[in-house]
């Protein structure tokens, strides 16, 4: 029987050991941490060892992280903005495994630390915009999918890139509700996973994810709506095809693989035009809306030639 | 009637919770007081919005239930609260609209004529709070008496808005329908019980005398 490194390694106490040694703590302090970390259930995020990337960064405040952990959708644990934060925190993060599958050459089941470990972390301050017209800033910690990716060596038929939230009823509440097809299926196509803005994060505000907003493992994709960020990722697929991915395959007409954030493709219900940015200024007025979501200028590109209208 | 004395006051009040309930929860999220356990949470508009929309149905749902809970009670109190919970039902959706007006889209008219016309779900929720206006002026026991038949007549609109205001709700939850499934069952409960009686007698809603009518 192989026994995966991440069968005997905390993922936190992993994470946080690097930022420990990593700051020339002592011993004494490993050991604590890895202690506290040791309990299974319920993982309170630990401190990461990470770099700013300013150039990746945006501006504006971020939102406090009492906003950004308990107003988000997660329907894994329910559909309201304050069930993950409620519904989540027994939820196992470790050990935690990724399986690789699909059109490339490097395929298996990999330990959560074996899929972080050749990968500094970073900061990133992105806007998020959530497909029902609210927006946040919030200040990631993680590292380019593309480098994540390119280790897996995918061939040239992959085209697109498939991800898969884990399906554990059990854990997950939502998940005994039929309101989404589960598990939760998420795609890019692979030139926009390799763009340097698309991200694997692990955690924010310097920490690991607390588990309602993804632990230990999701996607960030700054110039798509939210939903396209899948969270608690076991799977990571090469397809030639494109993936039926969640959303899109449930409600075709409001949702589309793509989901750029777009001010001018209203969902077919409500206006994309304006968002409201939650936080300090919640009775202030909407902000318009930027086209791929004030990224414009480094992914327009991908989307050259294409009818934005049809492909939202 | 000696228990209306009091229950009415006391009705009246509870009627008010959910909105001095908004009412702290702002004062709150501007810093200008601090009451222990009263929080909107991260986007306060939203769920001003949500919980005045919520309280109009719920309104409309118990202004509907006044009439059955007579006949099956045999109880005549229960329709002298018809008008003041109907009332309040205008009060929540007048203050939906509001939020809506004024904190969600900032005062502009132009942006909420756009909604109007391009989002259905908009287009239907307005024209409840529209059909809400001529009950809400015509609820006093003069206009009543004026009006006469033709008053119950004009009162039978609250089966159109409370389904007006079912759909509205139903047409703009992204996916999980349960809710807005709810209501529609506790509607259709509602005005089924309503058909069931025509049914079974039908002269009495058309001969019924207008000062107790059986419009709601």
């Known amino acids: 029987m192989k026994i995966l490194p991440s069968e005997i390694t905390p993922y936190t106490t992993y994470l946080s050991r690097r930022a420990l040694v990593a700051g020339g703590l002592g011993w004494a302090a490993v050991q604590s941490l890895g202690g506290f970390a040791g309990k299974a259930f319920g993982q309170p995020p630990a401190a990461l060892k990470y770099t700013r990337n300013a150039a990746a960064s945006i501006a504006d405040p971020p939102n406090s992280y009492a906003d950004i952990s308990t107003y988000n959708n997660y329907y894994e644990f329910g559909t309201d903005k304050s069930d993950p934060s409620e519904h989540a925190q027994k939820f196992r993060t470790q050990p935690w495994q990724v399986t690789i599958g699909g059109e490339a050459e490097v395929t298996g089941t990999f330990g959560l630390e074996d899929i972080l470990k050749p990968h500094p972390l970073e900061e990133r301050v992105y806007r998020l915009r959530c497909v029902e017209a609210w927006s946040m800033v919030i200040p990631w910690i993680g590292f380019p999918l593309g480098d994540l990716l390119k280790r897996f060596k995918p061939t040239s038929k992959a085209k697109f890139v498939e991800f898969k939230t884990l399906y554990d009823p059990k854990q997950m509440p939502g998940q005994r509700v039929p309101v989404l097809e589960w598990p939760y299926v998420e795609g890019l196509r692979i030139d926009e996973a390799m763009h340097p803005l698309a991200i694997m994060a692990v955690g924010l505000y310097g920490k690991t994810l607390p588990n309602q907003n993804g632990a230990p493992l999701r996607l960030i994709v700054p110039w798509k709506y939210g939903f396209k960020g899948i969270k608690a990722i076991v799977g990571i697929s090469f397809t030639e095809r494109v993936p039926r991915t969640t959303w899109a395959g449930s409600n075709p007409s409001e949702y589309g693989f793509f989901a750029n954030v777009n001010p001018q493709v209203d969902h077919p219900r409500w206006s994309q035009a304006t968002e409201r940015r939650i936080g300090a200024n919640a009775f202030g007025p909407r902000q318009p809306t930027l086209p791929f979501n004030g990224y414009g200028a480094q992914v327009a590109a991908l989307y050259a030639g294409m009818d934005l209208r049809r492909y939202f | ?216």
């Open chain 2, 1 to 216: 009637m000696v228990p209306t004395r009091w229950l009415k006051p006391v009705a009246f009040a509870a009627c008010l919770l959910p909105a001095v309930h908004l009412g702290l929860g702002v004062l709150n999220a501007t810093g200008v007081s601090h009451w222990g356990g009263v929080s909107l949470g991260a986007d306060p508009v939203k769920v001003m919005l949500h919980t005045c929309g919520r309280w109009t149905l719920n309104f409309l749902m118990i202004t509907l239930c006044m009439s059955p809970l007579r006949e099956i009670t045999r109880w005549v109190l229960w329709l002298r609260f018809r008008r003041m919970f109907g009332l309040f039902a205008f009060f929540y959706a007048l203050l939906h609209f509001t939020v809506y007006l004024w904190l969600d889209q900032s005062g502009r008219f132009g942006a909420l004529w756009q909604d109007i016309v391009k989002r259905p779900y908009i287009t239907i929720g307005m024209l409840g709070l529209t059909l809400l206006i001529p009950l809400a002026l015509t609820s006093t026991a003069k206009a009543q008496r004026r009006l006469g038949r033709r008053w119950s007549r004009l009162h039978r609109l609250i089966y159109l808005i409370a389904i007006l205001g079912v759909w509205h709700f139903w047409w703009q939850v992204k996916k999980d329908i349960r809710e807005p499934a709810l209501y529609a069952c506790g509607l259709a409960i509602l005005l089924g019980f309503r058909l069931w009686k025509q049914r079974r007698s039908p002269a009495r809603l058309s001969v019924a005398k207008p000062a107790r009518s059986d419009a709601a």
